[in-house]
């Protein structure tokens, strides 16, 4: 069995970050295979590492082979993990959700390697994964899982154009996707705005190893302007690293901005707007009231050691609202608006799944009746099917309620159902800014081209584009002529008609 | 390498940190009401002997008893001059023990190398015997393996020192022929080192070390083993049994490494606790370490013989500390690169 493992079948994981171990060099974790399974001397082995390192594509293998896994990003990890399993080049590759933990264009590129590399070698591929678009993109057969058993299987071509179980139906329904070109929708209308970032910026300075060289800075936001309008939804999408998250925060006023910027909130229409970043206590209490935010990870957004009941009144309490009983019964209710049972409140939140915490969740956002809601990856963490239903309820309370949102994604397809306005960032710039529907269908930027090509589509005749993807998501130096930067100076945020900014040279 | 000079960096914070540990030694010697000198002046005049009284007088000036408090603690420490120049820690004077009425370091003298000898023999057995029997509990978790190396090592941590050194030495003794308490032949006391008294020492050390390293064994198995199958569940585990690794071979490269961080960080809270924990050992067990002189020293208030034992704990821990500190950085790169942008 030891001599198959490693040899003739190798496997790559689902969490690059975690699948390496910290305190080897990479060099030695991937030579490993071939000390192992006696084929090779050590020298010879590095000589065949570093070839390997070269053909997934790391551009100093050199470097790659003494590096340790946490100075890598987490897309290079997954091409050290594909060495690692390409080295001693097996029969059979497992891949175990190779491109879940990655960002859309960083996963086109890998997909895109282990594709090639298969061509290359002959060698099959077992794809284990959750999403029909990488299905539709890498395999020939399929075969489709509910509960521990096959629900349908059979080649992909057919069962992907026409699904026979209504499993696989509902699968395919549920796979967010870009929508057929549409009407342009009007620019939503800049009269009553919740929410206004002006020229924010945000700039942390990393401690450098040495003492006594300058600390490095990272920009993690540069000039950032957003305008949100009462009732409506402002998605911010980029990739990790691209500053959405800082953004989120800047605006909630967890971190302040830069000298010169600032972030305005009005609560009400016609009110005056209160600056999020000066001010008092009292006021900041009843800000908090007004905002709230939704996170990430489910799983570590609720409290292990609270009952959902004391999770949801939490916020009543520290804003003395109503009395015990009256608080119980806003939690009930607001379970049931979230499609939950108030016969829950008492349960503890490791006895519900990761859709049903990404209710309480936003249940818990909700207790305080907010106007605004930022919501920063809400369902990043779940499967697609149960990421529909979210988007479906989130959608179905901002129309209620008469919420606005600051919704932060990476994943375009998602942020084209729920936004009414989009911005792309990318290092901490936002590179272009528009309807959905125009961003979709008329892509000015690079960068913008890029992720929408890089979105694997459930349908097999629309493979992703890795040119565009290559170009878009490379360095800003490689860009085409119009938007090309190189350092710090960037070309500014042009309109180039009513509602479509493009940061090119004009 | 940045390494040298981190370990340059981490000894001169160990003198810093000893500076003010002296300070500190000496502020709570001094706490209690009165010195030994004074009491035993008080005394002295209460039954009508002079003569003792201008010794004690003589003895009070001649080791600047008379001095303001800081001037004190600075001409014990060795920064200023005293009646006889400078003349303190620093200067490798520790001091008059008024008690015994002996130099400090002819008091401690012997018994300060054994102290070291008895300690470092026992931490080598904590590690010799947890690192073994930690990978395995944690390998074989929940089994009889785990089972019974966890209620043997709760029996070591449970059974008072003191009684588990009584019953080793009968039946050390009467089983093995092994000697009752010191750390060597009675005759042999004394005597410049050779290889007979190198024997002698060595197997008078056998029952002291397994009383003194048992507690810290067990316990020290215990957190190895929780260390290990916290990481014994994380995805690079998989990633190395699916490149074709042999178990034991992967349990050593790679779970193991990083749950020996927090093994290598115990070396420094491991020594103090020995020191202080053998006092009651050693006195049971009759070994001339300076665990019971700092009992005698403390309960006289003899403030040159504490204030030294002290003072020499305090390095031990220092010490102890600074050499984990510099093996955590050659052991895990995420430590050394900290910082360096990942």
Redesign the interface.
């Known amino acids: 069995m ?6 003739q079948i ?2 790559i ?3 690059p970050m ?7 060099r990479i060099g030695n ?1 991937v030579a ?2 071939l000390w ?2 006696g084929r090779k001397s050590e020298s010879e082995a590095k000589k065949e590492v570093l070839t390997c390192f070269e053909r997934v594509g790391f551009p100093d293998p050199e470097r790659t082979y003494s590096s ?1 896994p ?2 890598l990003s987490g897309g290079m990890r997954q091409r050290a ?1 594909i060495a ?1 399993a390409m080295v001693a080049q097996p029969q059979l590759l497992i891949a175990d959700e190779p491109t879940t933990a990655l960002d859309v264009t960083t996963q086109a590129q890998v997909l895109g390697l282990m594709k090639e590399l298969q061509r290359d070698t002959g060698m099959a591929m077992i794809l284990v994964t959750h999403d029909l678009g990488v299905v539709a993109n890498m395999a020939e057969q399929v075969v489709v899982m509910h509960k521990g058993r096959v629900m349908e299987a059979g080649a992909a071509e057919p069962l992907l154009s026409a699904p026979a179980h209504p499993y696989t139906r509902a699968l395919i329904e549920a796979a967010p996707k870009i929508p057929a070109a549409a009407a342009p929708q009007p620019v939503p209308g800049r009269s009553d705005l919740i929410l206004e970032l002006k020229s924010v910026s945000k700039t942390y300075s ?4 040495k003492g006594w060289k300058a600390p ?1 800075l990272i920009f993690a936001c540069r000039g950032v302007d957003l305008l949100l309008p009462r009732g409506k939804t402002l998605a911010i999408v980029g990739e990790s690293g691209s500053g959405k998250t800082t953004a989120a925060r800047i605006a909630l006023g967890a971190e302040p901005p830069d000298e010169g910027g600032s972030v305005l909130f009005r609560p009400r229409a016609g009110e005056a707007a209160i600056e999020v970043h000066k001010m008092d206590r009292t006021a900041r209490t009843a800000f908090q009231r007004e905002a709230q935010m939704v996170f990430q990870d489910p799983y570590s957004s609720l409290s292990p050691r609270m009952r959902i009941l004391d999770t949801m009144t939490e916020p009543l309490e520290i804003h003395h609202i109503g009395t015990q009983s009256e608080r119980r019964e806003r939690a009930a209710k607001m379970l049931q608006t979230v499609g939950l049972g108030a016969d829950m409140l008492q349960r503890y939140p490791h006895a519900f799944s990761g859709g049903q915490r990404q209710r309480l969740s936003i249940a818990r956002a909700l207790m305080l009746e907010p106007s605004l809601l930022v919501c920063d990856e809400p369902t990043s963490a779940l499967d697609v099917s149960v990421q529909e239903q979210i988007l479906r309820l989130l959608e179905k309370i901002r129309d209620e309620n008469q919420l606005s949102y600051l919704f932060i994604s990476h994943d375009l397809a998602v942020v084209a159902r729920i936004a009414d306005e989009v911005a792309v960032m990318r290092r901490g710039l936002v590179v272009e800014q528009a309807t959905p529907e125009t961003l979709f269908h008329n892509p000015q930027h690079p960068y913008t081209k890029a992720l929408i090509a890089a979105q694997p589509e459930p349908d097999i005749h629309r493979p992703i584009n890795l040119k565009l993807v290559a170009q878009g998501a490379g360095r800003p130096e490689d860009w085409p002529e119009k938007f090309r930067f190189s350092g710090f100076e960037a070309p500014p945020l042009v309109p180039l008609e009513p509602g479509h900014k493009v940061r090119c040279h004009v | 390498m940045g390494i040298l000079r981190y370990a340059i960096y981490r000894f001169g914070t160990m003198l810093l940190t000893l500076w003010v540990v002296s300070i500190l030694v000496f502020v709570i010697i001094n706490l209690p009401p009165g010195d030994y000198l004074s009491n035993q002046i008080a005394e002295l005049r209460a039954s009508g002997q002079s003569a003792g009284v201008a010794k004690a007088e003589f003895l009070r000036s001649e080791y600047s008893l008379d001095k303001p408090l800081w001037q004190q603690y600075f001409i014990w420490a060795g920064f200023l001059p005293g009646p006889h120049g400078f003349s303190g820690l620093i200067q490798g004077n520790f001091g008059w023990s008024f008690e015994f009425d002996r130099p400090v370091s002819e008091i401690v003298g012997d018994s300060l190398w054994l102290t070291v000898l008895v300690n470092l023999a026992a931490v080598l057995f904590v590690y010799v015997v947890a690192l073994p029997l930690g990978v395995l509990a944690a390998a074989r978790a929940r089994s009889w393996v785990d089972y019974s190396s966890a209620f043997v090592g709760y029996l070591g941590l449970a059974t008072p020192n003191f009684l588990l050194a009584l019953i080793l030495f009968y039946y050390g003794h009467r089983w093995f022929n092994l000697p009752i308490g010191g750390l060597m032949d009675p005759a042999l006391e004394g005597e410049p080192m050779n290889w007979e008294k190198v024997k002698s020492i060595l197997i008078h050390l056998i029952v002291p070390t397994f009383v003194i390293g048992t507690s810290g064994a067990s316990a020290m198995m215990q957190r190895l083993r929780a260390n290990m199958l916290d990481e014994l569940g ?3 585990v ?9 178990p034991s071979r992967m349990l050593a ?2 779970p193991l ?2 749950a020996f961080n927090p093994f290598v960080a115990d070396i420094g809270n491991l020594l103090p606790s020995m020191i202080s924990g053998s006092v009651l050992v050693s006195v049971v067990l009759g070994l001339q370490t300076i665990g019971p002189t700092l009992l005698t020293a403390l309960k006289t208030q003899d403030m040159f013989l504490s204030g030294f034992v002290l003072m020499f704990v305090a390095l031990l821990t220092l010490i102890g500390t600074m050499i984990s500190d510099v093996l955590l950085v050659l ?4 430590i050394r ?6």
């Open positions: 030891r001599d198959l493992r490693g040899n190798a496997m994981f689902q969490e975690r699948s390496l171990s910290p305190l080897h974790q490993e295979v192992l399974h340790y946490f100075e993990m690692m990393m401690r450098a190893g490095s | 994380k995805p690079y998989e990633t190395a049994i699916a490149k074709g690794m042999s490269k790679y490494r990083v052991l895990d790169p995420r690169y900290e910082g360096r942008d990942a």
